[in-house]
């Protein structure tokens, strides 16, 4: 199923000409920011006017406040005290972010909002619910949490919007969205789609979700923002730990977000800059909300050089001034070259991404290329030593990592097999000592004992063991 979308128009000069609520342009002043992105001159409008609207665009084109302030407008004349807008994202850092972005256009208004995600207590997110901030940003995976209790009733839900659809489609969150549209109310609402491209199974769910939509299309042609330069690093698997590091000491980078394979790489490739006295941290799926949250802080505000992550966890990471991206590993899709790179040169900013590509990534990076309709240059790196031996792996083979998780587990067993065993032969120490007979004490002195014939001693001339026995008294003569 294909979906065809108007050509955007050309973008207005200014956010002046923008009919929005005098708070929402002070706080868009404070921000710095004076003229609206493409997605956002063509977006706000309708949004106004209360149609939905549908658009494909790519990260970095400042699609968030494309659909934040046109809601926030229409909320400002509202009563307050009821949740009547959803965002519905595909990542926590993502509706981390989005919050962030409504507090800080929101200084000078009276309008509240919460995040919605795993990884963090409930108990905050209950009294967002319950107090009913004015928007909430929302995954869908602890939306649904709190949808199973009774508390969580979005009865005045006016705003809907939908943010990064095909990722969720990719995450496989579909069906989980399809779940949370039957628990709203099927009041008349405004709904906001925006997907950076339009498979199938989506545009399917455009048809269902949205009235009459507006459609807009900010991307005509796949490739990356206009004000990146990018650039190809040929490089032997072994050796990129070492131009990253060289490229870093040298100052070429002074902060980077450097995206990795899997989170095995991640975690490889931190504890190596770290060791060559780089400030370095990771974020991926397997850490926790609280590590990525101190890892993402740090990075924003300088403590961290360099942030590795891994590409779903990525999503959401919104850093000012952010200049240079590091695919450490070619991404397998176009899609996630463009999403990786867009990571810099934000809104019409300027940045560069650099490629590092071993020989068997070659097939993959010419399958970019054509997508994005260019070839990158190749650059090599003055001074390095391309036929150096790698000081350490980064990339452990599956064939000894196999044998090593089966050597532990063997290791394992023989433990604890020998812990069975001592304790076993305890046991049998205790079970024997219990029923050994114990030994005959001394005679007893100065109490009722029993005499030779087994009666009563100490009676008439006969005594036991001397002494009073019985209440008799023995003879003196």
Request: net charge positive; glycine share 10%; charged share 25%.
């Amino acid at each position: 199923m294909s979906l065809t979308l108007d050509p955007i128009l050309t973008a207005t000069p200014s956010f002046a000409s923008l009919q929005l609520h005098a708070s929402l342009h002070r706080g868009l002043k404070d921000l710095g920011f004076a003229r609206p992105t493409p997605i956002q001159s063509e977006a706000i409008p309708p949004a106004l006017d209360g149609r939905d609207v549908l658009a494909c665009a790519m990260t970095g084109s400042g699609k968030t406040y494309a659909f934040l302030l046109p809601i926030m407008h229409q909320l400002l004349d509202k009563p307050r005290g009821f949740t009547r807008a959803l965002v519905i994202t595909p990542t926590r850092e993502l509706a981390a972010q989005i919050l962030e972005s409504l507090n800080d256009v929101a200084i000078h208004t009276p309008l509240t909002g919460a995040a919605i995600f795993g990884g963090v207590g409930m108990g905050p997110q209950e009294h967002a619910f319950r107090t009913g901030v004015d928007v909430m940003i929302a995954t869908p995976g602890r939306l649904l949490d709190h949808f199973r209790s009774p508390y969580a009733k979005l009865e005045q839900l006016e705003y809907l919007v939908l943010d990064e659809a095909d990722r969720m489609l990719d995450m496989g969150f579909l069906p989980e969205i399809k779940k949370i549209l039957r628990h709203l109310p099927q009041r008349k609402r405004q709904t906001l789609f925006f997907s950076a491209t339009m498979p199938a199974p989506i545009a399917a769910l455009t048809k269902e979700m949205l009235s009459n939509p507006v459609t807009l299309n900010l991307q005509r042609k796949a490739a990356p923002a206009v004000g990146i330069t990018q650039a190809v690093y040929p490089v032997s698997q072994d050796l990129k730990s070492g131009l990253l590091i060289e490229l870093l000491k040298r100052g070429d980078m002074p902060q980077a977000l450097v995206f990795t394979r899997t989170k095995h790489r991640a975690n490889r490739l931190a504890s190596q800059l770290v060791t060559h006295g780089i400030k370095a941290e990771r974020i991926h799926g397997n850490r926790s909300q609280s590590q990525r949250t101190l890892a993402l802080a740090g990075f924003k505000d300088g403590s961290y050089q360099v942030l590795v992550a891994t590409d779903i966890a990525a999503r959401g990471i919104d850093v000012e001034s952010l200049g240079h991206v590091v695919n450490f590993d070619v991404p397998m899709a176009a899609e996630d070259y463009i999403h990786r790179v867009g990571r810099t040169a934000r809104a019409e900013a300027t940045g560069e991404a650099f490629t590092f590509v071993s020989p068997e990534e070659e097939g993959d990076l010419k399958q970019i290329e054509r997508a994005i309709g260019r070839q990158l240059p190749r650059v090599t790196v003055p001074g390095f030593d391309y036929a150096a031996r790698p000081q350490a792996k980064l990339e452990v083979p599956l064939a000894e990592r196999i044998a090593e998780i089966k050597k532990k587990k063997s290791e394992d067993r023989v433990r604890a097999a020998a812990k069975l065993q001592r304790r076993g032969a305890a046991q049998t120490a205790e079970s024997a000592r219990k029923a050994a007979p114990k030994p005959a004490g001394p005679p007893r002195r100065g109490g009722r004992g029993r005499g030779p014939t087994g009666g009563a001693g100490g009676t008439g001339g006969s005594s036991g063991a001397g002494g009073r026995a019985g209440g008799g008294s023995t003879s003196r003569g």
